[in-house]
């Protein structure tokens, strides 16, 4: 009988382990329960990136449920190599999808996975940044995402309606960021179809990025900063340089305009991040697939313009252009 009792408890005993086991269980497998763990890389912290990533976690909350999702979000400091630490930590654990919050960390994404979904965003062109062949609007693979390009005939233009008297257009930018070696490229011909003649001042980190403004300012009578993330970190940098020099910056996006410029021709990022959120959401639950899943471009642009440098620069802009908040 001793025996027998021993035995009988002892069953129980493992019963009631195993149902507790189970009932502490994360919910993370399949079914309505599921949690789906989603890593996101940004590049560096500044106001348009900052946005974008916000705009996507609200998405993804907004379709999937605050319970339904884990978002785990890492910035590299501006670092690439940091980029790529981070995205082989989220490739280590098996996350569900990737996102990479600008160029260098697409490109990080890209080289440390083929299987997990990757969704870049505040990316200008993929293409190049991916030295895609016979672009076609799709990455294919495991990559699709979002595009913050803006038409760059549209800001050259802008330059040519703020500054008709100008002669001669700078452009500053970091040249070890493939996003803005392409519209300097794209942009300097729109420029010189305009009569403008372009100057490119190009800096490799932070360190150049005073010599080199200061070279612009003495060789520029207006001065274009594409959506560039470096120059995005160091706008005070700039604009202890080019406001006292007394020379206007235009730029490819409103963080910049806000931290030295004077008009943008502006897209919302958050806006961008939350169309990316909702890509990740349908990729997630199976309705769309990655490797089909076209890259996705913003369809509205605002002029807006700095009215504290627009009036220390004696700028005048048309009612059309937007104060920034």
């Known amino acids: ?156 233009a802008m330059i040519k309606e703020l500054f008709p008297e100008a002669k001669t257009v700078g452009i500053i930018f970091c040249s070890s960021e493939s996003n803005s070696a392409y519209q300097v490229e794209v942009i300097s011909k729109e420029l010189k179809e305009l009569g403008f003649e372009v100057k490119e001042f190009s800096f490799t980190d932070t360190n150049d990025i005073a010599s080199v403004t200061q070279n612009a300012c003495e060789s520029s009578d207006v001065i274009f900063i594409p959506t560039d993330n470096t120059a995005a970190s160091n706008t005070e940098a700039i604009a202890n340089i080019v406001l006292p020099a007394g020379v206007p910056v235009v730029s490819g996006e409103e963080g910049l305009a806000r931290g030295c410029g004077v008009a943008t021709l502006s897209i919302s990022y958050y806006d961008l991040g939350f169309a990316t959120g909702l890509q990740a959401a349908k990729i997630l639950t199976g309705e769309a697939d990655v490797s089909t899943m076209p890259i996705e471009y913003a369809t509205e642009f605002t002029k807006k313009f700095n009215e504290e440098n627009c009036n220390a620069l004696n700028v005048a802009v048309s009612e059309e252009y937007q104060p920034l908040d």
Request: hydrophobic residues 40%; aromatic residues 4%.
């Open 1 to 156: 009988m001793k025996k027998a009792l021993c035995i009988l408890l002892s069953v129980l005993c493992a019963i009631l382990l195993f149902g507790c086991q189970k009932a502490e269980e994360p919910s993370d497998g399949e079914g309505s329960e599921r949690v789906f763990r989603v890593g996101v890389v940004q590049l560096v912290q500044h106001e348009a990136l900052d946005a974008a990533t916000q705009g996507f976690i609200d998405a993804l909350n907004q379709q999937l449920g605050e319970t339904h999702v884990k978002v785990d979000v890492q910035n590299a400091s501006g670092e690439p190599t940091n980029c790529t630490t981070i995205v082989n930590a989220f490739v280590s654990t098996n996350v569900d999808l990737i996102m990479a919050n600008a160029t260098p960390a697409l490109q990080a994404a890209a080289s440390a996975t083929s299987d997990i979904p990757i969704l870049g965003t505040s990316v200008t062109d993929y293409a190049s940044a991916l030295e895609v062949d016979n672009w076609n609007g799709t990455v294919g693979g495991n990559v699709s995402g979002t595009s913050d390009l803006a038409p760059l005939d549209s800001q050259a």
